[in-house]
């Protein structure tokens, strides 16, 4: 990797703590503001402006700098009052602005400006968004399109408050928006039957968990879930039953469907990536310590795939994004939550079942291996729970089945043979008699005698190291390694064309 060097002179001239750096920033800044102002109707020049905006101030010291040109505070007050020409923006480019200002606004000011800095660009958002909802009328009056224009600017610009999120101001945004999310709950009702608004509602909540969910200790992210939980809720009782009967139904679906499940997913999520420190961040921000709740991402998650699942039409799955989001959302919960699935309701087990199924028989090679990967655990939670009746272990032993056609029998892609392998060890162990039986059901199948000597060494080999095989992470790898060597010997041998 090439490094270069600044040459002295411009160094000298523009680097940092000089006057020179002033005169650029505010340069640029004032660049910013004319495209903004003469060339609003220029989407790309709008989009790359706003990028600029934010690149000025998303670095401290670059922030400090753009806070004392005078021309900052003005942009930041007309686009808090909605003057024109700013608000005549597109909503993307609205959005990608009032992250630019939010991050400003923690740049190094003495606390009265500060104070001051937040009153002018977020109180004037609260106070507008407050005076609409609150019209005694306002379910009249909601469908005009002055207000709808008020409600979507004011939640295009709550995606950019929350794409503003860093872990340094986590604690005033996420108490900022908390206060809107309530009210956001409520407009679901009022725009039921507006998609568009209730995308872009949902879509609030995408971000506020996709930015500020990792960082929540426990009391902060149970107020996030509790909200998330009531808006699916509120989502749940406004369609269950609709008939959604033409293409453009079909695609508002798939929107809602999407978002939920981006949603659920970014929930999910702080499984994974924690950086909170028991609410450490908050300290000197919370108004009282919350009381204890019983809310946990798991009651949203599994409340959120009661509501998806029987939604969820092979129509609707051609969408390959949607699909996709689909089943990573069911390999997360099958890997975080495995314990929870037999709990499902049986109709919806039997739908997450053939969800799984259809993924491995007749979706994409990406679908097929993030199936594999949710039987995986699956298979052990079977392991631990040791009920031989339960509908899981039943329907372990009928994926059994098709993981080891998939082996055996078809043509599949060779970067699955990981994720297959580690299912079918953990199912082999689960189901050794089935297993056996499928071998030999295989074998008493070869009128080749060659045939049927090169596949019964090839089986004996392929289970030596882990007899009987057990769920050890030593006789596991052991298996993969051989089942690599089984593959090679006669993989394709027997393969349905």
């Known amino acids: 990797m090439k490094s270069y060097m600044i040459s002295l002179p411009f160094s000298t001239a523009f680097g940092a703590d000089t006057e020179g750096s002033q005169w650029i920033i505010g340069y640029l800044l004032q660049k910013v503001i004319s495209n903004l102002s003469v060339w609003s109707s220029e989407q790309d020049l709008a989009n790359d402006t706003v990028q600029l905006l934010v690149t000025l101030v998303e670095r401290r010291e670059r922030a400090n700098l753009v806070i004392q040109c005078e021309n900052w505070w003005n942009l930041a007050k007309q686009f808090a ?3 024109p020409p700013l608000n005549f923006l597109s909503s993307p480019v609205q959005r990608t602005l009032m992250k630019a200002l939010v991050l400003g606004g923690f740049a190094q000011m003495d606390t009265e400006t500060k104070q001051q800095y937040w009153t002018e660009v977020l109180q004037p958002l609260q106070q507008r968004f407050l005076r609409v909802i609150n019209q005694e009328n306002f379910q009249q009056l909601c469908q005009q399109e002055e207000v709808k224009q008020e409600i979507t600017a004011t939640l295009e ?17 996420f108490n900022f928006l908390m206060d809107f999310l309530t009210n956001c709950i409520g407009l679901m009702e009022v725009y039921k039957n507006t998609p568009e608004t209730v995308n872009l509602i949902i879509e609030v909540f995408v971000e506020v968990a996709h930015k500020q969910i990792c960082y929540l ?11 998330c939980l009531t808006l699916l809720q509120v989502y749940s009782k406004n369609n269950l039953g609709r008939q959604r009967v033409d293409v453009t139904a079909e695609e508002e679906q798939y929107q809602d469907l999407l978002l939920i499940m981006e949603l659920l997913t970014n929930l999910l999520s702080k499984e994974f990536i924690d950086f909170s420190d028991t609410d450490e961040v908050f300290r000197g921000h919370e108004p009282g310590q919350a009381a204890s ?17 029987p939604l969820m039409s092979q129509d609707l799955l051609k969408f390959p994004t949607l699909c996709n989001q689909y089943y990573k959302l069911i390999t997360f919960i099958c890997e975080i939550f495995p314990e929870k699935i037999p709990q499902l ?27 594999l990967e949710a039987l995986t655990p699956l298979a052990e939670q079977c392991a631990k729970a040791q009920e031989t009746d339960s509908p899981l272990f039943l329907a372990t032993r009928h994926f059994l089945k098709l993981v080891f056609d998939m082996l055996v029998l078809q043509k599949h892609n060779t970067e699955m043979t990981t994720a297959a392998g580690e299912a079918f060890y953990t199912l082999v162990c689960l189901h050794q008699a089935e297993y056996s039986e499928l071998v030999e059901t295989l074998l008493s199948s070869q009128q080749d005698p060659i045939i049927y000597q090169r596949l019964a060494d090839a089986f004996n080999k392929l289970t030596a190291s882990s007899t009987p095989p057990t769920l050890d992470r030593k006789q596991k790898m052991a298996f993969l390694k051989s089942l690599e060597e089984f593959m090679a010997n006669v993989g394709g041998l027997l393969c349905v064309k």
């Open 293 to 309: 709740r019983s809310v946990s991402a798991a009651d949203v998650v599994l409340y959120g795939v009661n509501l998806i699942l």
């Open 81 to 83: 009052s909605r003057s």
């Open 157 to 173: 610009a709550l995606c950019g408050i929350a794409e503003a999120t860093q872990i340094d101001n986590v604690a005033i945004l």
């Open 217 to 227: 200790g426990e009391s902060k992210a149970m107020n996030l879930y509790e909200a």
């Open 345 to 371: 309701p049986e109709d919806l087990f039997k739908s997450l079942m053939c969800s799984l199924e259809l993924g491995m028989t007749s979706m994409s090679s990406e679908v097929c291996q993030l199936c």
